[in-house]
Structure formats: structure tokens, C-alpha cells
């Protein structure tokens, strides 16, 4: 196999006085990322007013960057695995710095546009940086490493709102940006001197047929998704995006699989351990992201509703962050759960703590402390299952396609959060109680949604019960991960 020779290369460039260091800079980074991602929403609802645009048009201030991500992620990866993971890591946080300094300097609607876009472009930061980490690290730091590394989404982004939501309460708006682009030029900094470039790489030509035609299917897929609901789902335009959106992603399939140097390998993809990794994915991806929809706005609903608390963004932030450090706090117990058990099992209890977060939501929703609880419990699932699935996606793919593999991985969670938000959105639009001539999401509404969410990770419980066990005879030079040491890397042939 093309990975034969991936791990004494690896070895051979990492020297354990430096490793911890690596995780550190890659950990920072990717909190870089994620803290890019929820940096604007305070300043969603005042962005017309800033912008002297129309609501719908600056919304998509937000939506630039969904797409960007979705695009770029697969790319990048694929590219990081061609020509080196950590030059590739750099140019995503360049982008960043690019599009934050795009942002700071805007007034305008279009350059706000393009700036969020170009940020967007940034996202591959941290299937990059898990992918070094298996390249670099020694095998029993791996674990450990990869689910602190999946954990900086978390932190990042728990972090984010409270800190972003303080700027822009007390200074001007464009300081948030100049701030995104001050923390990247840093990350840029400290990966440039203390982070190796990975000697690990497949070399060839890159597949510019698929990446064209994957960018077209998901543009079309999550732009339905994300504005149908302005739209209207039986509107036309949101139809035809749909249907375009089948077309092309399965002329597109059929493409890869007949090129000699495919963007994404689908043979790989359709290996039980990565395809059920990557289908639970897409439910925790769904899961998460409802807890974000709903606990903000419970917070920040007038108490007059009898079921809002009536508190500040701020506030609501700062409800939100401890689950982002419960994630980080986790990551070594997590990484304790896959060496001794595996990582399948780890993704096992991790849903079933989400949904159980859910559960307690339906019935905890009436005081502060309750919101609390409810996001620290969810987190702990979230960083149990985000910490597993890189070390299920490592044990059955090629060293080579690393990058590639968890990239496709980090592109599924974001394809169901982006239904999450689609799905919310309905229930919470026709879910609704009169008050003060303006209707509000109904307390029922909220309840739905807690429920749909808890659904959606009992479904990747279910999903995840099918990723095969381990086998002790396949070698272990296939799958560095220490947990999953001897998954099954050709169970797909």
C-alpha cells in the first residue's frame, strides 16, 4: 500500500521534547478557526444599519463563509496531501488574515462579503492539523493530540460568542476583525518556527475536473439548505438547486471513480469503518448545532414569555463557554476511553451523552444554572465523539490520504449542522406564541427541537454500532492511531 513506509518517516521527524509544543501551536490554531466562525453573530442583526444593506443581503455575511468552508475543506485537504500538510495549513490561515483584514477595512456590503468568503477558505485548519499530528507524533501521544485538536472546534467556538459579543458591546465593530487577524498572523508565527512540514505525501496532479464539480454540488446544496427557508421550499429557485445539487454530485461521483488521481477517493470513502464514521458525522454534526440554536435563544427571550430569561448576548455567551472547556478538559479522558476501548466505542458514549444533554434540556429549561448544565453535559458528548472520529477515519485510510480523509469527515459535520439549521428554523417558524404583536418561538418549539436533537445522536449511536471491530492481525503500521491500532484498514476491499 501507498502508507508503507508513512510511519518510519513519521517517526523519523518528531522528537518527543517538540511534540508537545506542535499540539499546542495546531490546537491554537484551529481555536483561531472556530472563533472566526461564531465572530459575527453579534453583529448579525445591527450588520443593515453597518452596512446600509438590506437584512437579506448582508445574511449573507454568513452564508459566504458557509460555502467557502464546504468548498475549501475537501480541497485543501487533498492539496495538503499532495504537496505538503503544513504548507497548506499556512495558506488556510493566510486566507484568514486576508479575509479578517478585508472585514476590518469594510464598510461596504461587498467587501464584507468577500472578506467572511475568504475566511471561510480558512476552515481545513484542523483535519490539517490533525493530519500532521498522525504524521509527527509519537503513536502514544496520538490519541490524546488528535482529541485536543478535535476539541479547538468546540473551544473555539463556546469562546467565541462571549468574547465577540464584549468587543462589539464596547468597542467599535471592526476591532472584532482586526482582532481574528492578529490572532492568525500569531498562529501563522508560531506554525512557521515550531510546527515540521510532513515528508508524508502523495505527489501527482491535482484533480481539477472533480474539484470543479464538487464545489458546484455542494454550493448548490448548501445554498438551498441555508436560505430555503427565505426562499420557501417549494419556491423554484430552492427546487432547482436540489435537483442541480443531484445532478452534479452524481455526475461527479462517477467521475472519481474513473480517474486515475480522483479529489476524493470514493473506494476509500465506502469502506464500512470510514463510510458509518462519516454517516454519524452528519447526525452529530445535527446535534450539536441545535444546542447552539436553541440555548441562546431561551436566554435571551423576554422572561415575560414565561419561558425566556430575558438575558444579554453577553450573558448568553458566557452560558455557552463552559461547554467549550469541558471539550478541552475531556480530550485526555476521551483518548483514555479509545486506547483502552477504542474509538468506536468512545463515538458510542459520546452520542448517548449528547442525547442525553437533550433530555435533561426538555425538562431543565426554566432557570440559568439549568442552561449551564444542559451545555456542559452536551459538550462532554460533543468531545467524546469529536475526539473519535479522527482516530476511526486514521485507522482505515492510507497515511497519504490523511488530510484528504479528514477533511471529508470535518465536511460531513458541517453539512449537518447546515440541516440542523434548516430543520430548526422550520420548526421554530411554524412552532410559534403571540407576544407583544410579534410571534416567538413557542416553548414547544424549542422542546421539538431538543428532541429532534436528541434523536439525531441517538441516531449516530445506532450508526456507529455498525463501524467494525478492531482486528489484532492486520499490522499496526496502517493505523497509527494508538486505539485503533489495528482497525480494519482493508475491510473496504
Known amino acids: 500500500m501507498s502508507d508503507a513506509p508513512a510511519r518510519p518517516v513519521a517517526a523519523e521527524g518528531s522528537a518527543p521534547p517538540r511534540s ?66 503544513r504548507r497548506m495549513l499556512m495558506i488556510s490561515i493566510v486566507m484568514l488574515v486576508i479575509g479578517s483584514v478585508f472585514c476590518a477595512l469594510s464598510d461596504a456590503l461587498v467587501p464584507m462579503i468577500v472578506g467572511r468568503a475568504l475566511q471561510g477558505l480558512s476552515s481545513g485548519v484542523i483535519p490539517l492539523g490533525i493530519s500532521i499530528m498522525r504524521d509527527e507524533l509519537p503513536a502514544e501521544r496520538l490519541a490524546g493530540a488528535t482529541a485536543l485538536m478535535s476539541a479547538s472546534l468546540g473551544v473555539g467556538g463556546a469562546l467565541g460568542l462571549p468574547t465577540a459579543a464584549l468587543i462589539a458591546d464596547n468597542y467599535d465593530w471592526h476591532v472584532l476583525f482586526w482582532g481574528s487577524a492578529a490572532m492568525g498572523v500569531l498562529a501563522l508565527v508560531l506554525v512557521l518556527f515550531l510546527v515540521p512540514e510532513s515528508k508524508v505525501r502523495t505527489g501527482g496532479r491535482f484533480d481539477l475536473v472533480g474539484g470543479v464539480g464538487m464545489a458546484i454540488g455542494l454550493i448548490c446544496l448548501l445554498l438551498a439548505i441555508s436560505k430555503g427557508a427565505d426562499w420557501g421550499w417549494t419556491d423554484g429557485t430552492t427546487l432547482g438547486l436540489l435537483a442541480a445539487a443531484v445532478i452534479v454530485l452524481l455526475a461527479w461521483g462517477a467521475f472519481e471513480l474513473r480517474t486515475d488521481q480522483p479529489l476524493v477517493d470514493l473506494r476509500t470513502t465506502v469502506r464500512p469503518q470510514v463510510l458509518f464514521t462519516n454517516l454519524a458525522s452528519i447526525a452529530i454534526g445535527f446535534s450539536m448545532f441545535a444546542m447552539s440554536l436553541v440555548l441562546p435563544q431561551l436566554l435571551q427571550l423576554p422572561a415575560e414569555t414565561g419561558y425566556g430569561l430575558g438575558k444579554s448576548l453577553l450573558t448568553a455567551g458566557l452560558v455557552m463557554a463552559p461547554s467549550g472547556l469541558v471539550m478541552m478538559a475531556l ?163
Open 331 to 493: 480530550a485526555p479522558v476521551s483518548a483514555a476511553v479509545s486506547k483502552a476501548k477504542g474509538p468506536k466505542v468512545t463515538l458510542m458514549i459520546g452520542a448517548l451523552i449528547v442525547a442525553a444533554g437533550y433530555g435533561l434540556n426538555i425538562v431543565l429549561m426554566s432557570e440559568v444554572w439549568h442552561l449551564v448544565l444542559v451545555s456542559c453535559v452536551i459538550g462532554a458528548g460533543i468531545g467524546f465523539t469529536y475526539g473519535s472520529m479522527p482516530a476511526l477515519i486514521m485507522g482505515a485510510v492510507p497515511a497519504s490520504e490523511t488530510a484528504a480523509a479528514n477533511s471529508l469527515n470535518t465536511l460531513m459535520r458541517s453539512i449537518g449542522t447546515s440541516v440542523a439549521s434548516a430543520i430548526a428554523g422550520v420548526v421554530l417558524a411554524q412552532m410559534t406564541t403571540s407576544f407583544g404583536g410579534y410571534a416567538l418561538p413557542s416553548e414547544d418549539g424549542f422542546r421539538t427541537v431538543m428532541a429532534i436533537g436528541a434523536g439525531a445522536a441517538l441516531l449516530a449511536f445506532a450508526i456507529a454500532s455498525f463501524i467494525p471491530r478492531p482486528r489484532a492481525a492486520v499490522a499496526t503500521a496502517t493505523a497509527p492511531a494508538p486505539a485503533e491500532a489495528a482497525a480494519g484498514t482493508p475491510a473496504g476491499h
Open 20 to 85: 508537545s509544543s506542535v499540539v499546542a501551536v495546531l490546537a491554537f490554531a484551529g481555536i483561531v478557526v472556530a472563533l472566526m466562525q461564531t465572530l459575527v453573530i453579534p453583529i448579525v442583526p445591527e450588520l443593515p444599519r453597518l452596512l446600509d444593506a438590506p437584512a437579506s443581503d448582508t445574511a449573507w455575511a454568513v452564508t459566504a463563509t458557509l460555502l467557502a468552508a464546504a468548498v475549501a475543506t475537501p480541497v485543501v485537504g487533498r492539496l495538503g496531501d499532495m504537496f505538503g500538510k
